[in-house]
C-alpha cells in the first residue's frame, strides 16, 4: 500500500518562496503521476501541478502558472513543487496524491492515494 508524506509547509511572507516535497513508503512514486492539490478553509479542493512517471508531462492551473514548478528526482523517489512569488491566496493545506494511470491531471478523483497535507501560510 502506498503511503505519501509532504513536507515543506510553513509560513512565509507575500513574495517568499517554498519548496513542498512528496515522499513514498510502502512502493516506489516512480510507477506514478504525482498531482499537488490544495484546499483553503471554506473552499474545494483545486489541483495545482502534476507530473508524468517519466517527468516529461507536467501541468499546472492557470493560478499558479509562471510562479509554481513541479518536478521529480526518481533516483530519490521525491517530487517537488518550487514555489515563488507567493501570494496571500496561495495560503491552504497542500496535499500530493499518486494516480497509477499516469494521466498527470489536475482532476482529484483519478488520484487513488493521498497524502495528509502540509499547511502553506501566506502572510505578513
Known amino acids: 500500500q502506498l503511503q505519501l508524506v509532504e513536507y515543506g509547509g510553513g509560513l512565509v511572507q507575500p513574495g517568499g518562496s517554498l519548496r513542498l516535497s512528496c515522499d513514498a513508503s510502502?512502493?516506489?512514486?516512480?510507477?506514478?503521476?504525482i498531482g499537488w492539490f490544495r484546499q483553503a478553509p471554506g473552499k474545494e479542493r483545486e489541483g495545482v501541478s502534476a507530473?508524468?512517471?517519466?517527468?516529461?508531462?507536467?501541468n499546472y492551473a492557470d493560478s499558479v502558472k509562471g510562479r509554481f514548478t513541479i518536478s521529480r528526482d526518481n533516483a530519490e523517489h521525491t517530487v517537488y513543487l518550487q514555489m515563488n512569488n507567493l501570494k496571500p491566496e496561495d495560503t491552504a493545506v497542500y496535499y500530493c496524491a499518486a494516480d497509477n494511470l499516469d494521466l498527470a491531471t489536475l482532476t482529484s478523483t483519478i488520484y487513488e492515494y493521498w497524502g495528509q497535507g502540509t499547511q502553506v501560510t501566506v502572510s505578513s
Open positions: 510502502g512502493s516506489s512514486l516512480d510507477y506514478y503521476a
Open positions: 507530473i508524468s512517471t517519466s517527468g516529461g508531462s507536467t
